[in-house]
């Protein structure tokens, strides 16, 4: 264990190592080359003035510094050893107290200098901003209120190195560009002052799982309420156990159609997912629904449901009548969205994806990861920057740290049966 603690640990110990078998080497070879008193004076020469004895010179003086010597060479002796000891963790105290401050500065930016918390929220939690929409020609169209997404959940979703993307270049004129990359104001070190301060306000799993579950019991009441049915909490309840049961079912039938996979859950889970986005389980339409509720899911924003970056119109509720717009406008902006229908992420629709992943298996691995920048993936996806986000947990290899997943394994898999099938 102490080889193993630290360089310095183990520097240390070669030169221990190195230094006591020098000492062994000199006591050798010094005793080997003594030679033996060649003579000595036996009558003090009649120039030479007698000195002190040694009974004399031997005396208190020569044992107080003696002692002293001794003293002064056993804290050295002691003292540098524990003090190289004690390095590592020095180092450790250095580098938790800079990210404290840098943290610290960048909650400063967060609240104060750059104003993030005025679109994100505090601490960011989510929020919106006032925003011009134009047509193609430029016209005047609306003040609308764009959903800005909530960043206590952003290091689950991408790198720091996307996160510093979005920071640097900005998104869609609504997020500004802050990096000077970008033409914004914040320096670089700037820019990692409000990375470190992200870091600090990331939530546990247990909080990202209630704000998404309420978004999904919202949806799930108001997909009742459109139909005309009980939209109560306990039928929202009711309903959600429906789609549960729908999925163990599929994956019933998915053992029974191939009894090698017993025994292997994941198999059994990405087979289930197969014939359900195929449309070929019972219940499949509610699964799909499910995934629809999940694909637009309201809460904090939207930061949880994939309609903010595919859908055009979705992130400043463009349908409404203008009620949630801050300018009046005369009706909706849009008549009806058009679902995945592509703006900020492509397009959808039409069987694209079922082009771009063979399987509803590698489709899901894909959302569950996002893509990485510079990475390509499925048949043809070009290796952009890295903004489809992941929806599984993430793991920071350099921190040593593993961001909740903001998306559980199932709800991932019922967004992709919806996504086949629009
Ligand atoms: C004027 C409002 C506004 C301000 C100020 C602002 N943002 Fe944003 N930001 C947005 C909006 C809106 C989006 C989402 C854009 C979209 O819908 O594509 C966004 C997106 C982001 C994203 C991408 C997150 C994701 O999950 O997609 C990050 C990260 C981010 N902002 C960080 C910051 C930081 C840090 C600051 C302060 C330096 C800041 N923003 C200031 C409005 C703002
Ligand atoms: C922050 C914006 C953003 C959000 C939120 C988002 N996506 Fe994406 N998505 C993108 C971008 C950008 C790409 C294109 C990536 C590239 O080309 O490198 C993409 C690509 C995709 C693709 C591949 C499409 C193709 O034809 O290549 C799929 C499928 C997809 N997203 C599904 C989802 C799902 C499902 C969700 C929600 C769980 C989601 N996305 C949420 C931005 C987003």
């Known amino acids: 264990m102490l080889l193993a603690a630290s360089t310095q640990r183990t520097i240390g110990l070669v030169i221990l190592v190195v230094v006591f078998a020098g000492f062994v080497l000199y006591l050798i070879a010094n005793t080997r080359s003594a030679k033996s008193e060649a003579g000595s004076e036996i009558e003090l ?17 020569l044992d107080r510094s003696l002692g002293a010597g001794f003293i002064l060479l056993a804290i050295i002796g002691v003292g540098l ?32 200098g750059s104003d993030c918390q005025s679109c994100h929220g505090a601490e960011g939690a989510g929020g919106s901003t006032a925003f011009t929409i134009t047509d193609s020609d430029g016209e005047f169209v609306a003040v609308v209120a764009w959903s800005a997404p909530a960043l206590n959940t952003v290091l689950s979703r991408h790198s720091e190195d996307e996160v510093r993307h979005v920071l640097n270049y900005g998104r869609n004129n609504v997020m500004p560009a802050w990096g000077t990359p970008g033409g914004g104001p914040l320096t670089p070190q700037q820019i990692e002052y409000l990375i470190r301060y992200l870091r600090r306000i990331q939530i546990p799993a247990s909080e990202i799982r209630d704000i998404v579950d309420t978004g999904v019991k919202d949806g799930v009441a108001r997909h009742l309420a459109d139909q005309g049915l009980d939209a109560s909490d306990g039928a929202v309840d009711d309903w959600l156990d429906g789609v549960a049961a729908v999925v163990e079912r599929a994956r019933s039938a998915a053992l029974a159609a191939d009894p090698s996979l017993a025994g292997d859950d994941d198999a059994i889970r990405r087979a289930g997912l197969e014939l359900l986005s195929a449309g070929e389980a019972p219940g499949y339409e509610q699964y799909l629904a499910y995934g629809g509720i999940l694909f637009d899911n309201p809460a904090a924003g939207g930061t949880y449901s994939c309609a903010r ?22 009706g909706p902006i849009l008549e009806a969205y058009v679902d995945g229908g592509g703006f900020f992420g492509p397009n959808l629709t039409g069987g694209s994806v079922l082009d771009q992943f063979e399987t509803a298996s590698e489709h899901s691995d894909f959302i569950t990861g996002g893509q990485t920048i510079g990475q390509t993936y499925g048949r043809g996806g070009s290796g952009g920057n890295g903004q489809m986000p992941g929806f599984g947990s993430r793991a920071d290899d350099d921190l040593g740290v593993v961001y909740p997943p903001t998306l559980t394994q199932d709800q991932i898999d019922a967004i992709v049966a919806f996504e086949r099938n629009l």
């Not at 401050?101 to 400063?108: C, L, N, P, S, Y």
């Not at 595919?310 to 400043?316: A, D, I, L, N, V």
């Open 45 to 61: 020469a009649p120039n030479r003035k007698p000195y002190l004895e040694d009974s004399e010179l031997e005396g208190a003086k």
């Open 81 to 112: 050893p524990l003090y190289w000891l004690g390095e590592p963790g020095r180092q450790q105290g250095l580098i938790d107290d800079r990210d404290r401050i840098f943290a610290d500065r960048g909650g400063e930016l967060y609240e104060d």
């Open 309 to 330: 970056c595919h859908t055009y119109g979705w992130s400043f509720a463009a349908t409404t009548d203008g009620d949630d717009s801050i300018d009046g406008h005369p």
